[in-house]
């Protein structure tokens, strides 16, 4: 792993190089649903013939039902977990973001459709903050992969009580027609990656393997329909075959790009709001990038093994914007903004809210003006963190995007 580029681990206080002696040790019970993952994903090994893309490694380690970091028992978020994230801050973030779906409630449905809902947090304070601003009947459909996190959803949203925990559901399937808005915070960069590798003149797909120890990485040369899809992007970027990165390796978000096809498909008239971290993509795979971004998070601790304790660890990679640009617009829908978190959320009028905090009273004031700086501070989650929005029927006038919009350099 390399340490000069400044990059963001979400409120990890430690990079550490691989060695799982240097990390708090699980306790038994974790080690053992570990281990019986680990078992799961060798038998895929064998039976795709000793060789499975690390797409389905991290298909496995993160959602194989009842086992996965995300569809078993691990803590996840908050400070007893492995990460933080921006809802998990400050009911702040939530509170801005509804400013936006308010705006485009003006000529669409009162809907909002959440992807990944983790904990539940942004949907509490979307809908709190929407009924606070007199939008009394908005629904809210949640499409969650975890069945743990589903019931921790289920548990943040009974607390809100009454008519507002009745406006929420939990969907098994996408609907087939989304109208509305549609929310997705640091869900694309939980999706599983295709791994590659350029090596000298070879284009290779790294893939894993068992090992004594484990698991370990196994390059192989890319089959010729990953090559295709590729090289003509590589070349579009670096030039001549000659003149690319002699030893590179770095991610494809193969599953991103299908997610936001199978989304536009089924947009009939909507918008829709993506925060995460990652970059346009002469960032995302620029030469000196040469190891990708490729990060777990494990207990607040970021390291670059993701064949630790599988299940036990959050495995993460940043997301090309241009590449969901451009699936976004193959599938018919316009580019509505695309910036920095910082930007967005004060477009949104996150100092206007922080402002209304009467700095004598301390001590709603502190907490609130520190998240104001995690989320809003370049050295932070301000310029890493992105929000880019789609939409299909709706005017390109988005506040969120007024101003410091930087379409222009996806
Ligand atoms: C990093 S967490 C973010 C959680 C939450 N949005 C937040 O900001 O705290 C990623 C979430 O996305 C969910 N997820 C990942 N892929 C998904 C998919 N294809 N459809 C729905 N949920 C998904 C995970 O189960 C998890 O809830």
């Known amino acids: 792993?390399?340490?000069?580029?400044?990059?963001?681990?979400?409120?990890?206080?430690?990079?550490?190089?691989?060695?799982?002696?240097?990390?708090?040790?699980?306790?038994?019970?974790?080690?053992?649903?570990?281990?019986?993952?680990?078992?799961r994903i060798r038998e895929r090994i064998l039976a795709a013939g000793g060789w499975i893309g690390f797409?389905?490694?991290?298909?496995?380690?993160?959602?194989?039902?009842?086992?996965?970091?995300?569809?078993?028992?691990?803590?996840?978020?908050?400070?007893?977990?492995?990460?933080?994230?921006?809802?998990?801050i400050s009911p702040l973030f939530g509170h801005c973001l509804a400013s936006q779906c308010l705006q485009w409630f003006e000529?669409?449905?009162?809907?909002?459709?959440e992807f990944g809902a983790g904990g539940g947090e942004l949907a509490v304070q979307l809908l709190g903050e929407l009924e606070r601003q007199g939008c009394t009947d908005c629904e809210y459909w949640i499409v969650e992969l975890s069945g743990e996190l589903r019931e921790r959803q289920q548990q943040a949203i009974r607390a809100l009580g009454g008519s507002l925990a009745a406006r929420v559901r939990w969907l098994d399937r996408w609907p087939d027609r989304i109208e509305g808005v549609v929310i997705g915070n640091e869900l694309i960069d939980a999706m599983?990656?295709?791994?590659?590798?350029v090596a000298g003149p070879q284009l290779l797909e790294r893939g894993?393997?068992?090992?004594?120890?484990?698991?370990?990485?196994?390059?192989?040369?890319?089959?010729?329909?990953?090559a295709a899809q590729l090289e003509p992007l590589l070349a579009e970027l670096w030039g001549p075959r000659e003149d690319w990165p002699q030893d590179y390796v770095s991610e494809f978000g193969a599953q991103a790009q299908a997610w936001i096809c199978e989304l536009a498909s089924r947009l009939v008239n909507g918008a829709v709001l993506l925060l995460d971290y990652g970059f346009p993509r002469h960032e995302f795979w620029h030469p000196q990038r040469a190891s990708g971004t490729l990060m777990c998070h494990y207990r607040h601790f970021a390291h670059a093994d993701p064949f630790l304790w599988p299940g036990l660890q959050d495995i993460t990679?940043?997301?090309?914007?241009?590449?969901?640009?451009?699936?976004?617009?193959?599938?018919?829908?316009?580019?509505?903004?695309?910036?920095?978190?910082?930007?967005?959320?004060?477009n949104l009028g996150l100092l206007d809210r922080?402002?209304?905090?009467?700095?004598?009273?301390?001590?709603?004031?502190?907490?609130?003006?520190?998240?104001a700086k995690r989320l809003l501070s370049e050295t932070e989650m301000g310029e890493l963190f992105k929000a880019i929005a789609f939409g299909r029927g709706v005017e390109d006038d988005a506040i969120g995007f007024a101003r410091g919009d930087r379409r222009d350099g996806l």
């Open 1 to 39: 792993m390399t340490h000069d580029e400044p990059r963001f681990y979400p409120l990890a206080s430690t990079i550490l190089p691989m060695r799982s002696s240097d990390l708090p040790v699980p306790e038994p019970d974790a080690r053992q649903a570990s281990d019986t993952l680990q078992q």
């Open 55 to 88: 797409d389905e490694y991290m298909r496995l380690a993160l959602y194989e039902p009842g086992l996965g970091y995300y569809s078993g028992g691990a803590r996840k978020f908050g400070r007893a977990g492995d990460f933080v994230t921006a809802p998990q």
């Open 107 to 113: 000529t669409l449905p009162a809907r909002i459709l």
């Open 192 to 197: 599983p990656v295709r791994l590659f590798r």
């Open 208 to 226: 894993v393997r068992m090992d004594d120890d484990g698991f370990a990485f196994d390059d192989r040369r890319a089959d010729a329909d990953f």
């Open 317 to 346: 990679a940043h997301v090309d914007f241009t590449a969901l640009a451009l699936a976004a617009s193959r599938g018919g829908l316009d580019c509505l903004g695309y910036c920095s978190q910082a930007r967005l959320l004060m």
């Open 354 to 371: 922080l402002a209304a905090i009467s700095p004598e009273q301390l001590a709603d004031y502190l907490p609130n003006a520190q998240a």
